[in-house]
Structures are given as C-alpha cells and as structure tokens.
C-alpha cells in the first residue's frame, strides 16, 4: 500500500517545480515572474518592479493547460485597468508568454525541441551550444526570437532572451 501511494506521488514531486526570473526590458529592471509546474498545468505570475515600475503598474496571471491550450487564460491589470485574454488573446497580443512556457515545459534536449508548435507559431532551434538553446519564432508578429541561456538538466535556464517588436526582454534566473 506505502509503494502504491508512493508511486503515485512520485510524478507529481518529480514535476512540479517552481522558478523565479527578475525581468528586464532592455538594461532596465522592469519587475519579476514566477513559473509554477504541475502535471495539469503552468501558472505564471509577474510584476512590475524596479525603474519601470515608479511609472508603470502591472500584475499578470496566467494559467497555461498543458493538456488543453485552449482552456488558458491570462488575467493582467495594467495601471488600474483590469483584461481577461482567452487563449487566441494571449498568442495574438502576449506571444511570448506561452512560447515561453511551451518551452520551458520541456526537457534541455536539442533533438525534442528541434521544432515545436504552439498555436499557429512555428518555433526552430537555430542553433544548441553548450547548454545554450536559440530559437527563431515564425508566423508572430510581437516575438522574433527566443534564446534559452545555461539551461542544464533538471534545472531552469539561467537566462532567457525574449526579442520582441517592441525591444527585448531578459528574465534572469534568481
């Protein structure tokens, strides 16, 4: 009975997994998000901080089904201002959060994210160097480009290089 139960918790401790990155827009700090993983899905949770945040006040929350996409949703307040993104929402105006996650939500393995759909976005390993993982993003018109820094198995990547429309976001591990 103790193994049964064992074995049954054993995926759940194994997967659920958490990781926090401090956000930077370009070389200023802009806030911090946290990634949470279980089995069914991912939840995202961010603010904004640092320089960016004396002028500007955000807060997002995201719930990525892993099994069903589409049941995602993303809550964001933006200086007051409450929006709720469906799933469509959030790949047409915050591409780079699911990318991110879809990615994320893989092992550090350059043969099984050698090409990865999310969506009706194409993302490509370009190039895999020592650890490090970069991506070219097609059919999205906000993020260009995806580079994954230090990403060692069992762990989070070190770095995460997002290139948008709008400049580039750098989230560091903490």
């Known amino acids: 009975m103790?193994?049964?139960?064992?074995l049954f918790l054993l995926p759940l401790l194994l997967f659920a997994q958490s990781v926090t990155y401090k956000v930077y827009f370009g070389i200023f700090p802009a806030g911090r998000i946290e990634i949470n993983f279980s089995p069914q899905k991912v939840e995202v949770r961010g603010k904004s901080g640092g320089v960016i945040g004396w002028f500007y006040r955000y807060k997002l929350f995201m719930?990525?089904?892993?099994?069903?996409?589409?049941?995602?949703?993303?809550?964001?307040?933006e200086n007051g201002k409450r929006k709720l993104?469906?799933?469509?929402?959030?790949?047409?105006?915050?591409?780079w959060l699911p990318l991110v996650v879809n990615l994320l939500s893989?092992?550090?393995?350059?043969?099984?994210?050698?090409?990865?759909k999310v969506g009706n976005y194409t993302v490509t390993l370009e190039r895999y160097e020592n650890g490090n993982f970069y991506f070219r993003v097609e059919g999205s018109k906000n993020t260009k480009a995806i580079r994954l820094l230090g990403w060692k198995r069992r762990d989070f990547p070190?770095?995460?290089?997002i290139e948008t429309a709008k400049g580039t976001l750098i989230l560091i591990k903490t």
């Not at 469906?86 to 105006?93: E, F, N, S, V």
């Not at 893989?106 to 990865?116: C, D, F, Y």
């Open 2 to 6: 103790r193994i049964n139960f064992f």
């Open 63 to 77: 719930v990525y089904d892993l099994k069903n996409p589409q049941r995602s949703f993303l809550r964001e307040e």
């Open 85 to 95: 993104y469906t799933y469509a929402d959030i790949l047409r105006k915050k591409s």
């Open 106 to 116: 893989h092992r550090p393995n350059p043969q099984s994210l050698n090409l990865i």
């Open 158 to 161: 070190q770095r995460i290089e």
